[in-house]
């Protein structure tokens, strides 16, 4: 592996240090140009917020220079906001328009997101993880961690057994929101997840964690007991997951060393 990536020995998943993000970002964006190389198929599982912008701009940056097609690959994003409107600009579907859709050659009826104001959102949730299954499972699952260890929205508590389904969203996850809505009052309480099984379903994950702010959820995530209070933890079952952190989310690591 890349001589830029200082990989923490005997971590509980396998971990790898960067000295910027932007070198983590490059290094699972060319990890999806080499499955798309050689699957054109492929089926990704994307997440949205801070986190995968970088690696958004490298994809749609790798397709600008024909160095990737996606004609025939079928995403699926973790999670979505339930209760906003179709079209409103703080969808999780606005924003994949706008950082990764727009720019690719993606067909839009192979881009999945659950619907943000579904007449049935337990139905809704049921059909899209059938709809994963039906596509075969997930090859590559792109992660971010919330603040309260959350991995989609699998809030503290989840079960490790959980499919996609409706969720209550927790006040760590409403309150990091407001930076996107303005005000507490505009952050939906409720959304559809991708489950836990789902994620660590899928057969390969990459999961990145950048900045101070995720310095202590990154350090519970590796070294707290394996359990729903920190759904992240459970990212340790998984076959060939890796997490890729920057120096200061790595920073409370000293005993992971
Ligand atoms: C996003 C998602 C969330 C985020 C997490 C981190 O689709 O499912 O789990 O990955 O909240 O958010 P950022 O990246 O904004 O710090």
């Known amino acids: 592996m890349n001589a830029a990536l200082e990989r923490i020995e005997g971590a509980s998943i396998p971990t790898f240090v960067v000295d910027t993000r932007a070198i983590a970002e490059r290094v699972v964006a060319d990890e999806i140009v080499a499955l798309m190389r050689t699957r054109p198929t492929a ?12 690696v958004y701009r490298e994809l749609c940056a790798a397709h600008r220079a024909g160095g990737v097609s996606f004609a025939r690959a079928t995403t ?48 809704t949730a049921e059909r899209y993880e059938a709809a994963i299954t039906a596509q075969g499972g997930l090859d590559l699952q792109i992660l971010g961690i919330g603040r309260n260890g959350h991995i989609g929205f699998n809030e503290p508590g989840s079960s490790r057994d959980s499919c996609t389904r409706v969720v209550r969203l927790h006040e760590v996850t409403r309150s990091d929101a407001v930076r996107a809505f303005g005000a507490l009052a505009r952050v939906p309480t409720r959304a559809i997840t991708m489950g836990i099984a789902t994620i660590l379903d899928a057969r390969r994950v990459r999961v990145l964690a950048f900045g101070a702010r995720k310095k202590e959820i990154v350090r519970r995530t590796l070294l707290d007991p394996r359990s729903s209070a920190c759904p992240s933890t459970f990212l340790r079952d998984h076959g060939d997951v890796k997490l890729f952190v920057d120096r200061e989310a790595a920073a409370l690591l000293h005993h992971a060393r």
Do not use: C
């Open 43 to 54: 089926v990704l599982g994307l997440a949205t917020g801070d986190t995968p912008i970088g």
């Open 76 to 123: 699926f994003n973790l999670d979505e906001y339930l209760d906003l409107d179709a079209g409103d600009g703080a969808t999780f579907r606005e924003w994949m328009q706008e950082q990764f859709f727009r720019h690719v050659d993606l067909a839009r009826e192979n881009a999945h997101l659950p619907e943000s104001k579904p007449a049935d959102p337990n139905l």
